[in-house]
């Protein structure tokens, strides 16, 4: 078409998307505008009314004001690949002069929205679940694929089946990808009007797994957390007669497949061609290589070691001194009447807090080298328990530099509930554990050599002659107490022919043994560099991802007690058993975010803004521009149309990219799956102590 071209846009209205079209040859379009989320699509209609000359028509005649407010608009010419979709939402009036009585004169202008309006009307305040029958409403929202822990993997909270298009809220322990969300949203809370659908690359949101909480949210804003751009991915919404389409798009120029996931790119790619043409009245390129990288470290949390110490390898040492224990065997000045009394004088004296971590606390060595074994006489190989972390996420059997002062030991255990680690093929098969159960971290394991050589839990000896201990993780050194009532329980081999108690020593301190938890100073990383020519002033990006873990625990690592009270050792996950195991890794994912932060990150892009002389489709929002070619010169673009505008009245059509930072941290996180089913179903009746307790004796 010719610059100044005459062509008719036409319009229509109707009250309920059901109705018929209302041709409005009085409704003239000014401008319109589309584009990709977080953008709302609007436009400006106007209405000349009163005594006048339409614009198609030939004499005057009188032209009421229109009463169309919240009714649907259509705005389009086909042949020049003009339409927009909307609800007329505002108007306002510019009254013109007319006698008293006669007939109003005057302007009304009409402000239209796009689609997306709708869905940003409709609120996230219920949830479809089910509990065995059909899933119906509740009056509450529920929050995709609940945690179960801190620091565990996701809960499964999805049915097995869909229902009426989408699946629900239920115990069946699916995960819900970004898909089944965005599915349920538009089945179960799709606002009246169009019929909605997905479209576009749906099937890559099906690699895309995540804690949603998106209560009180709109269905807008629900879409763009789960559709987002700062995932790699964005999201218009196209429209029909009949149908809104909810349309997903990559904002990657080049397919990353890794991990055997393939996240796919842009489906439009288009060059723009600027060669002798008359129609373009501008088309500034705009390139900015600041926030390109040469290398990607994609971090992830402190890693989670789990090992055993003991005494008798001087992995675990007193963490009392000898003066103290002296004082505390033989209270000095204490004297009585009778034996009786002297034992209640001594036993007084011994319970002041300045005693209390006598027989009681035990710690780290201070300088403790981080190489473990089993923790008791018979010979056990001496492997670190702080390995080295490699750039693609792997654990180095060499210790890593550690920096020691002031590092507590951690509450849990990086150990689930129900998992029989002892034995091979752990995780145990989900099929055979209860449907209902939410698995949890194990507690820190102390246990004690009995005289018969029989090891027992300090917190459930199951002896009748002494009172079971609790253990306490101390908050501000790597060490824990063992608090027995008294704490001399624990002090046989130590105790004197002079010392008086009511309690004769039954256990020895210096049989200790412990299965504790430590953060490491090496953190869960994978880093990637890009090819070719780096400047002198390399450039790193490094992205956090503190979800992301990794659990470790060295051989020989004691996990529970058979019922004969014998030490059973940790296997390694697959054949042949022997070396370390990796209890979770998220080192797959923090690839992923690596490739595709490097794909992203690892290249030169640029905005460019294109006006032209004619109304055309142009590109539309979502389509990758991948560069504008300009004589003999071609520009690099590689961003996303993010809006495009047309000015009826001066017969343009303005398209302009964006290229956002990508948020990669969030791209392609598929935490490891936590079957909710994770406890077996001897312990799903007991409560927590219970549970542990069973755990342990398993």
Not at 263 to 280: K, M, Q, T, Y
Not at 353 to 377: A, C, H, I, K, N
Request: hydrophobic share 40%; glycine share 8%.
């Amino acid at each position: 078409m010719s610059i100044g071209q005459n062509i008719a846009i036409d319009v229509h209205t109707r009250a309920a998307w059901a109705d018929a079209w209302t041709a409005r040859a009085t409704l003239e379009p000014v401008r319109a505008s589309a584009g990709v989320a977080p953008t709302i699509g609007e436009a400006v209609l106007q209405h000349r009314y009163g005594n006048i000359k339409p614009p198609t028509g030939s004499a005057f005649s009188v032209v009421a004001p229109l009463d169309i407010v919240n009714h649907y608009a259509r705005i389009r010419n086909l042949s020049a690949g003009v339409e927009w979709y909307g609800v007329l939402a505002q108007e306002s009036h510019d009254l013109r002069g007319c006698a008293a009585g006669a007939t109003p004169v005057g302007m009304q202008t009409f402000e239209a929205v796009g689609l997306e309006h709708l869905l940003d009307r409709v609120h996230v305040d219920r949830a479809w679940a089910s509990n065995g029958g059909e899933p119906q409403a509740v009056n509450r929202t529920v929050v995709f694929n609940q945690r179960a822990a801190r620091a565990a993997g996701l809960l499964g909270n999805r049915s097995a089946e869909k229902h009426s298009g989408c699946y629900y809220f239920n115990r069946d322990g699916h995960l819900w990808s970004a898909r089944d969300v965005c599915e349920y949203l538009l089945v179960c809370m799709a606002p009246v009007g169009p019929a909605w659908a997905l479209g576009g690359l749906v099937d890559d949101l099906e690699q895309m797994y995540d804690v949603w909480d998106l209560d009180g949210m709109t269905l807008w804003q629900a879409f763009q957390r789960l559709i987002d751009r700062r995932r790699g991915y964005g999201f218009r919404v196209d429209a029909t007669d009949t149908t809104a389409t909810i349309t997903v798009f990559s904002v990657l120029d080049e397919d990353v497949i890794v991990n055997g996931s393939t996240f796919h790119a842009n489906a439009a790619p288009l060059e723009l061609v600027s060669d002798d043409d008359p129609l373009i009245a501008s088309a500034p390129v705009i390139l900015d290589q600041s926030a390109m990288y040469d290398r990607i470290r994609v971090r992830g949390a402190r890693v989670k070691s789990v090992f055993t110490v003991s005494v008798y390898d001087e992995t675990l040492v007193k963490g009392w001194t000898n003066a103290d224990e002296a004082e505390y065997v033989n209270p000095t000045g204490i004297t009585g009447a009778t034996y009786a009394e002297q034992m209640r004088r001594q036993d007084d004296a011994r319970a002041v807090p300045r005693l209390s971590r006598v027989f009681s606390v035990f710690r780290l060595p201070p300088q403790f080298d981080w190489f473990v074994g089993g923790g008791t006489e018979i010979e056990q190989p001496m492997t670190t328990a702080n390995p080295e972390i490699d750039d693609d996420g792997e654990p180095v059997a060499v210790s890593a530099p550690a920096y020691d002062y002031g590092r507590p030991l951690l509450p849990n255990l990086p150990l689930m509930e129900g998992i029989a680690y002892h034995t091979n093929g752990w995780p145990t098969d989900p099929n055979a554990l209860p449907e209902s159960g939410e698995p949890a971290q194990l507690k820190p394991l102390v246990l004690v050599l009995d005289t018969s050589g029989k090891w027992r839990r300090v917190d459930d000896l199951h002896d009748s002659s002494y009172p079971d201990a609790t253990v306490e993780m101390l908050p501000q050194e790597a060490a824990f107490a063992v608090r027995f009532r008294p704490a001399h329980i624990l002090a046989r081999g130590s105790w004197n022919a002079d010392a008086r108690s009511y309690w004769i020593p039954g256990y020895s301190w210096t049989d200790l043994l412990a299965t504790i938890a430590v953060e490491t100073d090496e953190h869960l990383q994978v880093v990637v560099e890009r090819d070719g020519d780096v400047p002198d002033f390399p450039r790193e990006l490094l992205i956090d991802v503190p979800d992301a873990e990794l659990w470790y625990a060295p051989q020989n690592t004691v996990v529970g007690l058979s019922p004969s009270g014998e030490l059973r050792r940790i296997v390694a996950e697959h054949p042949p058993h022997t070396g370390p195991a990796i209890l979770r890794s998220d080192a797959a994912q923090l690839r992923i975010v690596a490739q595709l932060a490097l794909q992203w990150y690892g290249r030169p892009r640029a905005a460019v803004s294109m006006t032209r002389r004619e109304l055309t489709a142009l590109a539309a929002p979502g389509t990758l521009i991948t560069g504008i070619r300009h004589g003999s010169a071609t520009h690099t673009v590689n961003s996303v149309v993010s809006a495009r505008a047309w000015d009826f009245a001066a017969r343009t059509t303005t398209i302009r990219t964006g290229w956002w930072d990508l948020d990669a941290r969030t791209v392609g996180m598929s935490p490891r799956i936590v079957d909710p089913r994770r406890l077996s179903r001897l312990v799903d009746s007991l409560d927590r102590t219970q549970r542990q307790e069973a755990q342990w004796h398993a």
